[in-house]
């Protein structure tokens, strides 16, 4: 069996074919220097939570190469012959260049971030490797620097500014939508631009991006709207795609924009030919249709499953409903299934209601704010998507609300739920239960 990406997908599929064939031949090819890095944990190694990058890597490639998979760091696959069943594979640092036969293949090659059409922006290098984090923090901590830009304000961008902004650096996050965290509703992303401004960030939004300068070959300045604004830093957070040529040139489908695969991340025409995470589409649960969702936690079981199902077994990937949680300054953030927004564009019809309510019983000490927002269906009452924020709480609430939206629940139903209540950890209607009450009473008005 060949991998291709030495990642969550590619080494989770490496690590599983593994333990259910003791004798199977495995090489797996990663064209960076680190095998089953989290890149999740980026924002936080930057932001001085822990030192040693060493920390983001949970398996190396030596401890692979100790059970038994033949990994081969710094080389990359050029190109896929699925006749021949051969790659061709470059090895980065001779520069020499190879075939290798597989039987099986697993394509987990990732995404790559894209660079927005401004000048200089194809200079700044992408912080999405434990390497490029270590360049990019060994440089900010060696010349003591300032000031910081970062470009887009998803939740990578958000991350990334709030570890700047911790560093003590004067950081300006910029976005060219008029809300920031657009995986959000605007009315409830407005909560995460108030906690990232008033941990000193500067909010430019609806911003057009002229330039950015370099000096030396390094970032001085982000020219905005006619502003110059000091940049010693720049992150680029802009968006991903999911890396697809190589399978594109060797005759994969795509669909989405990402590698086409069944339910059993098969892909469709070539037997023994697997692919998973980023690289590929998953089946939206909600939206009925296949989606690039670029997430740890699909990458991980999709490249189990390929490797389940490449060594015999039979395991099909449930599909995705979206759901992802982040902090950011004050507040845990977290949304799953689909926001009234992505109901608009898909052209379903939603109701929708917003509740604001405490993290803790009222006279509890250490109570705040939390944000609920859900979206249903008309009619049926379905759950199809929920929003949170909040200083507390979030991560336990919206996997409730993840549970509800996977298995069709009606908010009529959920407004009883019996969810565990103390004083500690919620008022005794827990936020959910207010919302489920006011969709439900939406609902009817509807
Ligand atoms: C800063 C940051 C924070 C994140 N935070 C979260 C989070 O909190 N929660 C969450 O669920 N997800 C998060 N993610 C997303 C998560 O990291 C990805 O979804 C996950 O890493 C995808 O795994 P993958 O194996 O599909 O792809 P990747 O991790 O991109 O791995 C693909 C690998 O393939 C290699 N490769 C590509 N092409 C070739 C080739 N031709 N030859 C050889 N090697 C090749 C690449 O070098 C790469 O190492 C975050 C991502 C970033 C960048």
């Known amino acids: 069996m060949a991998v291709i990406g030495g990642d969550a997908a590619g080494m989770s599929a490496a690590a599983t074919a593994r333990r259910r064939d003791s004798d199977l031949e495995i090489v797996a090819f990663e064209r960076g220097p680190y095998t089953s890095y989290s890149a999740c944990g980026i924002p936080y190694y930057i932001g001085g939570a822990f030192d040693d990058s060493d920390r983001l890597i949970s398996r190396s490639p030596d401890e692979f190469r100790s059970s038994g998979v033949d990994v081969h760091t710094r080389h990359e696959v050029t190109a896929i012959d699925l006749d021949q069943r051969e790659l061709t594979v470059r090895d980065l640092d001779t520069r020499s260049e190879r075939t290798e036969g597989f039987d099986t293949l697993v394509y987990a090659t990732g995404a790559e971030a894209v660079a927005p059409p401004i000048p200089g922006a194809d200079m700044v290098e992408p912080v999405r490797t434990v390497d490029a984090a270590e360049r990019f923090r060994n440089t900010m901590l060696r010349r003591d620097d300032t000031c910081a830009v970062v470009i887009g304000s998803g939740y990578i961008g958000m991350e990334m500014a709030e570890a700047l902004v911790g560093r003590g650096l004067s950081v300006t996050l910029i976005d060219r939508l008029d809300q920031v965290f657009p995986s959000l509703d605007a009315d409830m992303a407005g909560h995460v631009q108030d906690a990232a401004e008033s941990d000193g960030i500067r909010v430019l939004l609806s911003a057009e991006i002229e330039e950015i300068r370099h000096e030396g070959g390094r970032p001085r300045a982000v020219l905005v709207d006619g502003e110059e604004i000091p940049a010693q830093h720049v992150v680029l957070a802009t968006g991903v795609r999911p890396l697809t040529k190589l399978a594109e040139e060797a005759g994969l489908e ?132 929920g929003q949170i924020v909040g200083v507390e709480g979030a991560a336990k609430r919206i996997d409730v609300l993840a549970t509800c939206v996977w298995t069709g629940m009606a908010v009529s139903e959920m407004e009883l739920l019996d969810l565990a209540y103390a004083p500690p950890f919620s008022g005794v209607y827990d936020p959910l239960l207010v919302a489920a009450r006011e969709t439900a009473k939406a609902l009817a008005g509807a």
Not at 266 to 295: M, T
Not at 314 to 339: K, L, M, N, Q
Not at 349 to 365: D, I, L, M, Q
């Open 254 to 385: 795509l669909v989405a924009g990402a590698v086409r695969t069944d339910d059993h991340q098969r892909c469709p025409g070539f037997d023994g030919v697997y692919a998973a995470g980023d690289c590929v589409a998953s089946w939206h649960r909600v939206l009925k249709e296949p989606a690039n969702i670029q997430l740890g936690t699909h990458a991980n079981k999709q490249g189990r499953i390929a490797g389940a199902n490449a060594t015999g077994a039979d395991i099909a990937f449930p599909g995705v409903i979206g759901t992802a949680i982040s902090r950011i300054c004050r507040y845990e953030v977290a949304r799953t299934g689909i926001s009234e927004r992505e109901a608009a564009d898909a052209g379903i019809e939603v109701v929708a209601a917003e509740v604001k309510s405490t993290t803790r019983a009222g006279y509890y000490p250490g109570t705040g704010p939390i944000w609920v927002k859900l979206v249903a269906e008309p009619g049926s009452g379905r759950l199809l998507g």
